[in-house]
């Protein structure tokens, strides 16, 4: 019995382009499919039929022998094989089931599967800097053990003279397809880790890697005003790419050494300062140290007590990208005297026989208080 056209199996006109083609295929194939028909005996041969018409008409080889010299182009080949569903079953199911959930699934690969080449990846440095590093700005030099691009190489692995080679396996796409029963599973080829190809003849520096490791010395610019865990980026200055791919970034995390001087609130500085019990009591000036690595003059009023603030307005950190700054906040600790000599007691208990309600407001009051509260009890 003589073989239907191919054309005619697929309801296809003789011009129909691949888009058609596949077109066609793929809604016959559903509506035909044996699954689908089971109570038709037949179902299974006109689905081979199908099939067999969508693997000679998509290679555009097989279609100008087809349209040349018709079936008798393939007499003897598997066209005319009988039983099952053909050797190139799984791949036409693939293109079916790419088709209808390639969008759901990511999309369908190019034909050259995966890059060869890869990013580097992107490092980290952790940079410790005094405060006056971050109030002034610098640029610093930083030393980093990376991966930079083999110069024996110019990146690309090999060994000079030679290329990357397609790999055998997966014929450079990348991935290998294996049939398990009616459905196609795809993995990344073992051979070439999925870049499609393969080194042969690698270089003997960088054993086809393309790359090698090195230290190197890097220039960082710390601007002025910048606060713990600023995280400065160096584009490109990562591990270099595999096999002349792009390379990552450095990303450099601040972190701001103590100060022996000063505490440092956003753009704000804080700094105590111990002035004497006489200072306090009689007034006077101190001088006090400035983040810029200068003095200052403070006017304490009389009868300053411990924990008083005094706010220098302009002088605390600069803000970060901008031209203002914070203030400083200066903070009095009254100290008691100690080993003190015996002519300096008997001035304190001279002093104290002398004093009055008003000259220790905070202490009489206080007393007088609790006296009230216990008599309060008792009555």
Do not use: W
């Amino acid at each position: 019995m003589a073989k239907r056209d191919y054309y005619e199996t697929l309801g296809v006109d003789k011009n129909v382009d691949e888009r058609g083609l596949k077109s066609a295929f793929r809604k016959l194939a559903m509506e035909c499919h044996p699954d689908r028909n089971q109570d038709d005996g037949n179902a299974e041969k006109k689905f081979k039929e199908l099939n067999e018409a969508y693997e000679t008409l998509k290679d555009p080889q097989k279609r100008a022998a087809y349209d040349r010299f018709g079936h008798a182009a393939f007499d003897g080949s598997r066209g005319a094989a009988g039983g099952g569903f053909g050797p190139d079953f799984s791949s036409s199911m693939t293109d079916i089931f790419e088709d209808l959930f390639g969008d759901l699934m990511g999309g369908r690969r190019g034909a050259q599967g995966r890059p060869t080449t890869e990013r580097g990846a992107d490092l980290r440095y952790n940079m410790e800097i005094p405060l006056t590093d971050a109030v002034h700005g610098r640029t610093a030099e930083i030393r980093v053990p990376t991966t930079v691009v083999c110069e024996k190489c110019d990146g690309k692995g090999t060994k000079a003279g030679t290329e990357p080679v397609t790999c055998p396996t997966c014929a450079g796409m990348g991935k290998v397809r294996a049939s398990q029963g009616f459905f196609t599973i795809e993995r990344t080829c073992p051979s070439c880790h999925g870049r499609g190809q393969i080194i042969k003849d690698p270089c003997s520096s960088c054993s086809g890697s393309g790359r090698t490791t090195k230290e190197r010395t890097l220039s960082v610019d710390i601007p002025p005003g910048v606060e713990d865990g600023t995280r400065i980026r160096l584009q490109g200055e990562g591990e270099a790419g595999l096999r002349s791919g792009p390379s990552g970034d450095l990303y450099i995390f601040l972190t701001i050494k103590p100060d022996p001087f000063f505490q440092r609130d956003g753009s704000d500085l804080f700094c105590s300062v111990p002035i004497s019990m006489v200072t306090a009591a009689l007034g006077g000036e101190i001088e006090v140290p400035t983040v810029e690595g200068k003095t200052t003059r403070v006017k304490i009023p009389e009868g300053t007590k411990t924990g008083k603030q005094f706010r220098l307005k302009g002088l605390g950190m600069p803000i970060l990208r901008s031209k203002m700054k914070g203030d400083l906040y200066i903070q009095v600790e009254v100290e008691t005297p100690r080993k003190l000599t015996s002519r300096q007691k008997e001035l304190l208990k001279e002093f104290e026989k002398e004093s009055r309600k008003e000259t220790s407001p905070d202490s009489h009051g206080f007393f007088a208080r609790m006296k009230e509260f216990f008599e309060g009890k008792e009555s």
